[in-house]
């Protein structure tokens, strides 16, 4: 075990990576400048600078990956994502089913997102759930640098597009990461603390607010099982429907806003699939239906806090 | 007669039975659509000496990408014509087993890589087959045609920029046809011709009469030999016209009738056929010989698209994920 920050297990996974496959090339606006290392250990033509053009880094990510490479895009922050909608929505997210399985598309886009930087709405909206909703497209977005390693080494390895989104808030809170080969399968939750009497379903930043509360509920003599999603598509159902049958109760809690988002799908899941077992409604905590603002503390507070998920959990269990 | 010269000969009169093939197809295609036999599709009437006057410069590992208006790329690349009208049917025997419909049809065994019907998506997609082409260890190119709309996006602009700054061997070819859909082209740009913003990135351009198709085998001769040997991007404009609607069925009401008139006279394939006629190279024998073997094709090609069945419902999930 080592203890680095996510940032740095970003770096590791990507350098290893590349390391073990040749085809893996990286690129951005910025890629070959801040990554000198990367070029030195692998060449200019594997590691490169871009221009300012959204678009067409995903687009060329696109055409290369279905024609034999296996590129990681920085697209630096998720509102950016909106120029390279094109190219990641309709072109590596489509163009296998369209082709009839012809071509496929190995790509990774990385974007930062979430509270952290006081950067406000057009640095920080967490639209992961636009991506979610996109046919032939994977999400991740983990909450501890051995996840940001595992997952991304996932990612890389995967055959298809994955949108790995960076939770800004995390990127230089330092965690522990194994040595060696660490990989995170995809699809796959982590059951971060287990309980008994409600389950708090989370992912990035809030999975930390969801420990916080658990702990505060321990103290209540409330056992709070706590799941870390990690991947948002596809979605670990069997861990999250296991869990939910064992507490009879649910809070989902994510930064992003509500409507749409995976909170909603995840209370979707819950009712269809594990309604004789509630005992009372999944409860979605989420941010409000408003742009981020950049003020600190508007900012901090956008995402929920652990006291909000106490009250909610403890409300949730004063129904019979 | 020089050896050399039989040889251009040769290739102009494979490529005018091309142009007779995509015309034939085409026209089938818009009667099928008629007939409620077969979707709404767009065809390459009138511009059939760009698809075949490039394509037949390419090399076996040369990669295509391509748009909408597709079927004659294909065709001029050697796809069934049966295998194309399937899969514009929606049947399992076309070359994405139905799924792509007319607009974003791929055969990758013809390296005909990418389609996109987003206006522009090829042009998104281009550089980073030309980043593979580039990174192997192979000389083979790519080629993208788009339409004079579709350099009006900003996404054309950042792929010939990428393709400039990165030496991306890609060869752009814009078939200015005049129309975008439903407006006219003069409406949406000043320029005459695409080739001119070529120049603003640093890749060299030409606009050559994409209705005679010995101009465009030459001109892409050329401009093949350039992005091959120099790894570097180079637009090639093909001035062309698109005969019939955007899209069939299209009454084309809001077409110039004069402007429309002119440019059938120039038809592309009258041109070279009565070219080739005078200089004594087919005569019309052979000429009729000719639209008989690509009529029965094409005749052919449709009996078996429309033999062929659906895909079963289960086509409807699968493919999505690898
Ligand atoms: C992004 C996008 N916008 C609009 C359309 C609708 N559309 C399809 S083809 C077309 C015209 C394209 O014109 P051009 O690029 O000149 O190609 P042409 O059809 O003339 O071959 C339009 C507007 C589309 N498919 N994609
Ligand atoms: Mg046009």
């Known amino acids: 075990m080592r203890t680095i920050t996510a940032d740095e297990a970003i770096t590791e996974a990507l350098v290893e990576e590349m390391r073990r496959d040749s085809r893996v090339i990286a690129f951005g606006e910025g890629t070959a400048t801040k990554g000198y290392k990367l070029v030195e250990e692998f060449g200019a033509a594997r590691v490169r600078n871009t221009p300012l053009a959204e678009g067409i880094i995903a687009g060329t990510a696109a055409g290369a990956a279905a024609t034999g ?51 406000g709405a057009q640095h920080n909206h967490n639209n992961e759930s636009w991506f979610v909703s996109s046919p032939g497209l994977k999400v991740v977005m983990p909450s501890t640098p051995a996840d940001f390693k595992g997952l991304l080494k996932s990612a890389i390895r995967d055959e298809n597009p994955v949108v790995f989104f960076a939770d800004i808030g995390l990127l230089f809170v330092p965690g522990e990461v194994p040595d060696g080969d660490h990989v995170v399968p995809i699809g796959k939750a982590d059951v971060k603390r287990e309980g008994s009497d409600i389950t708090l379903i989370s992912y990035a930043k809030t ?75 999944v409860v979605r905590l989420t941010g409000p239906d408003a742009p981020a603002a950049a003020s600190f503390p508007l900012e901090a507070a956008y995402a929920p806090q652990a006291d909000a998920i106490v009250a909610a959990a403890t409300r949730s269990l004063s129904r019979a | 007669m020089t050896a050399i010269e039989t040889v251009v000969d040769r290739s102009v009169t494979e490529a005018l039975e091309t142009m007779m093939l995509i015309r034939t197809f085409e026209e089938k295609s818009a009667a099928l659509r008629a007939a409620n036999l077969s979707p709404n599709m767009c065809t390459s009437v009138g511009q059939e000496a760009s698809a075949a006057g490039v394509i037949k410069n390419l ?82 190119i790519a080629v993208v045609f788009f339409g004079d709309g579709a350099a009006t996006e900003g996404i054309f602009h950042e792929s010939l920029n990428l393709a400039a700054v990165w030496n991306l061997p890609v060869l752009y070819v814009c078939e200015n046809n005049q129309w975008q859909a439903y407006v006219h082209r003069k409406e949406t740009m000043l320029a005459d011709h695409v080739s001119e913003f070529a120049r603003a990135y640093g890749v060299p351009s030409k606009t050559v009469d994409g209705n005679d198709v010995e101009v465009v085998l030459d001109a892409a001769r050329n401009a093949v030999d350039y992005v091959r040997t120099m790894r570097k991007p180079y637009l090639l404009e093909t001035y062309t016209y698109r005969v019939r609607g955007h899209m069939e069925p299209d009454d084309q009401a809001y077409v110039d ?25 087919l005569t019309q024998d052979e000429i009729d010989v000719m639209w008989q073997r690509v009529q029965q094709r094409v005749e052919d090609a449709a009996q078996f698209a429309l033999d062929s069945p659906y895909p079963g419902f289960d086509e409807m999930t699968t493919d999505v994920y690898a």
């Open chain 1, 207 to 281: 999975v930390q607010k969801c420990l916080e509360a658990a702990n505060v509920l321990q103290e209540n003599g409330v056992s709070a099982e706590v799941i870390d999603l990690r991947s948002l598509k596809p979605l670990d159902e069997a861990t999250l429907l296991a869990s939910v049958q064992k507490t009879g109760r649910a809070i989902v809690v994510h930064e992003a806003a509500g409507p749409c988002g995976v909170g909603a799908e995840v209370a979707a899941i819950i009712a269809e699939k594990a309604f004789g077992a509630l005992k009372a409604p």
């Open chain 2, 257 to 281: 009738k004069e402007e429309l008139a002119s440019w059938k006279r120039r038809d592309p394939i009258s041109l070279i056929q009565s070219r080739l006629q005078r200089d004594g190279e």
């Open chain 1, 69 to 119: 490479l296996r590129p990681v895009i920085d697209l630096l922050f998720a509102p950016f994502l909106t120029f390279a909608m094109d190219e990641i929505v309709n072109s590596a997210g489509k163009l296998r089913f369209l082709s009839g399985g012809q071509f496929s598309f190995p790509l990774v886009t990385v974007a930062r997102t979430g509270g952290g930087w006081a950067v």
């Open chain 2, 59 to 140: 090399r076996e590992d040369d990669l295509i990408l391509t748009n909408h208006r597709s079927a004659g790329h294909l065709l001029a690349r050697g796809a069934e014509p049966g295998r194309i009208f399937a899969e514009i049917m929606g049947k399992s025997t076309g070359y994405c087993k139905g799924k792509s419909g007319s607009l974003h049809i791929s055969v990758k065994e013809l390296g005909v890589v990418l389609t996109s019907t987003i206006v522009g998506g090829e042009l998104s997609l281009a550089p980073g087959v030309g980043l593979s082409l580039s990174m192997s260890k192979s000389d083979a």
